[in-house]
């Protein structure tokens, strides 16, 4: 029976303007959910509702609010495997990894609810007798979180969990495509006592959503803005963000570079590039763009890297996969037009591509009902490529090589992306300096450009991000506001940089 689910606002089931259906894109016939989809009306509605919730929720005592954080924990690990089905089921990613993405939402609350009893503010010494000074941390107010669906519990959960832990309500927008999974994990969320209003989840088109967004921002009822999803829309964001003085969170796309040095482990280089070029299917932010090779060994490593290619187990995302299907028809009809970036100055060395089909089969794989494609190798891409200069969201990599490490690191912030990267060295000399030359807001040394753990600051430059930082104690900064106080119990009024005691030195003084 196909889920209808609509969006919550203030605990109540909110009005839908449409429908959306959301399928599965390994059977495409497969309806997942039925989606009611809100307006901008709705969206902004939303907003006032979390403005008055956020009050009283404030007010709660940090260290309570962590207690709330646990038990989301809990109640997530005890749903592990269901919530990790559902993702599977509506996106295509592999199980195992679908599970994976879950356990991070847990690892991510076990790391905030200790802030609950942290969220630390200073004491500071005056310049002055007789006077204290004070910094607090203070909830910003109402976010408004936007979310891809690529990553549709875990992603979401490095906004919701830290704005929620720091006293703020929450208006929550998911990828309609991934709406059901979104929907599991607001139930979630909600059966851990979050009081009506505190956490509002819309499920809305991005026309809808941005149209919402912009009323609210003009109502005073949105304080901060979290943005995952294109460099393209992240730029709107962030323009109508900027209009109402406020800097937006935001954790846009990626051209992710993968150096390979002369004294790599090849074998492991192979593994760490066949995980993050192809793992969901290319579709990670973080998916391995370009692998930067040096020429020396560009022939050895091609070779093992291409049988590895296309060696590795496409299809049914419930069995044992590298990747399923793409996400959804728009990425399919996306990633078709990135396969026409192919030039015949370019050597295709992984064998088909485009989608798999019973004429173009995979190995014994047909490919029959999903949007299942060829994971594709490109060598010999140059620096004025569009495939290497832009973000394929999809399976395909890019082959390029170089002569020093200074060209290499010039070939890695070339696209102007700056999320992840990747070096492959045994020469801590080589990692050290392409850490400090690279413009990624991640390094790898001998792993992959995917893959982050909870507890350290997940973000990107250029366009890739605003330099903003989500996961670990580093998001509190994007749902706190510094609050400084001074305390003068001196009983007289003293002038900072006026009253301050003067001790005069004898700077003449020498030593014979």
């Known amino acids: 029976m196909t889920r209808q689910i609509v969006s919550v606002v203030g605990g109540k089931d909110a009005a839908s303007a449409s429908t959306y259906q959301s399928t599965n894109p390994a059977r495409i016939s497969e309806v997942v959910a039925s989606v009611g989809m809100a307006d901008a009306d709705t969206f902004a509605a939303a907003c006032r509702t979390a403005k008055e919730a956020q009050r009283e929720w404030a007010k709660v005592p940090a260290p309570v609010r962590g207690r709330v954080i646990a038990s989301i924990g809990r109640l997530v690990e005890a749903n592990a495997e269901s919530l990790a089905r559902l993702v599977t089921e509506e996106i295509g990613k592999p199980y195992a990894e679908a599970l994976g993405e879950v356990r991070e939402i847990v690892d991510t609350c076990d790391f905030f609810l200790g802030e609950g009893r942290r969220l630390y503010g200073q004491t500071v010494p005056s310049e002055m007798p007789d006077k204290n000074l004070f910094t607090f941390r203070n909830p910003v107010g109402v976010a408004a979180v936007i979310t891809a669906g690529n990553f549709p519990v875990a992603v979401p959960s490095w906004y919701l969990v830290p704005a929620l832990l720091c006293g703020n309500a929450v208006v929550w927008k998911p990828a309609e495509y991934a709406a059901a999974s979104g929907h599991a994990l607001y139930r979630l969320f909600a059966a851990a006592g979050l009081p009506d209003g505190v956490l509002n989840v819309v499920f809305a088109d991005g026309a809808e959503t941005f149209r ?66 192809f793992g969901t299917a290319g579709q990670r932010c973080t998916s391995l763009g370009t692998v930067i090779v040096h020429e020396s060994v560009h022939d050895e490593f091609l070779g093992r890297f291409a049988a590895a290619v296309r060696e590795a187990r496409i299809g049914d995302p419930g069995q044992e996969v590298l990747a399923g299907p793409l996400l959804d028809q728009k990425f399919a009809d996306r990633y078709e037009e990135y396969l026409t970036w192919i030039q015949p100055h370019h050597q295709v060395v992984s064998g088909e591509t485009g989608r798999i089909t019973p004429d173009s089969p995979r190995q014994d794989f047909t490919g029959e009902g999903g949007l299942f494609y060829h994971p594709v ?61 690279v413009s990624a807001g991640m390094v790898s040394v001998n792993n992959s450009t995917s893959g982050a753990e909870a507890h350290l600051p997940f973000g990107g430059n250029g366009k890739s991000g605003n330099g903003s930082r989500q996961s670990g104690m580093w998001v509190l900064d994007q749902f706190t506001r510094w609050q400084a106080m001074n305390w003068d119990h001196s009983g007289r009024l003293q002038k900072a940089q006026m009253d301050v005691a003067d001790i005069t030195p004898d700077l003449d003084f020498r030593l014979p």
């Open 212 to 277: 919402g967004l912009e009323r609210a921002l003009e109502e005073g009822t949105v304080q901060k803005v979290g943005f995952t999803g294109s460099s393209e829309v992240g730029r709107k964001v962030g323009e109508l963000t900027g209009r109402h003085l406020q800097s937006a969170c935001l954790e846009l796309g990626g051209k992710n570079p993968m150096v390979i040095m002369p004294d790599a482990d090849l074998d492991l280089a192979v593994e760490g590039a066949l995980f993050s070029g």
């Open 377 to 437: 190798v490109v060598d010999g891409v140059r620096p004025d490529d569009r495939l290497f200069l832009e973000e394929t969201f999809g399976p395909i990599v890019g082959v390029t090589t170089f002569r020093t490490l200074d060209e290499a690191i010039e070939l890695a912030n070339l696209p102007g992306y700056g999320l992840s990267s990747s070096i492959y060295t045994t020469d801590a000399r080589n990692a050290f300096r392409f850490r400090e030359g």
